[in-house]
Nanobody
Framework: QVQLVESGGGLVQAGDSLRLSCRAS????????MGWFRQAPGKEREFVAT????????SYADSVKGRFTISRDNAENTMYLQMNSLKPEDTAVYYC?????????????????WGQGTQVTVSS
């Protein structure tokens, strides 16, 4: 089993920045691709960003491209999401996820492990 714990969410104003962290524990050697998703009230969970095990490959949703940066530190078993130029529409609960397979993955069904989520609220 793998446990994922997110942190770093909060209430910020439009234009501000936040950095989310996702720390993995347990059988972390079994995980490869990792990703960030978000879910706003009344909406489905949506893809934000994904990163390969090495960190050499990444992919982003069009809505966050150029503003968000995903990264990981395998020595620390931690993944990050640097969020800049935040907008009110970025308000959501942000979840980190880990997959057993390799290759970038954009669908929530392709991930085996999930964190509990961290709230990000951006005021206008």
């Amino acid at each position: 089993q793998v446990q994922l714990v997110e942190s770093g969410g909060g209430l910020v104003q439009a234009g501000d920045s936040l950095r989310l962290s996702c720390r993995a524990s347990g059988r972390t050697s079994s995980t490869n691709t990792m990703g960030w998703f978000r879910q706003a009230p009344g909406k489905e969970r949506e893809f934000v960003a994904t990163i390969s095990r090495s960190g050499g490959s990444t992919s982003y949703a069009d809505s966050v491209k150029g503003r968000f940066t995903i990264s990981r530190d395998n020595a620390e078993n931690t993944m990050y999401l640097q969020m800049n130029s935040l907008k009110p529409e970025d308000t959501a609960v942000y979840y980190c996820a880990a997959a057993l397979g390799v290759g970038l993955r954009l669908g929530p069904g392709q991930y085996s492990y999930w964190g509990q989520g961290t709230q990000v609220t951006v005021s206008s």
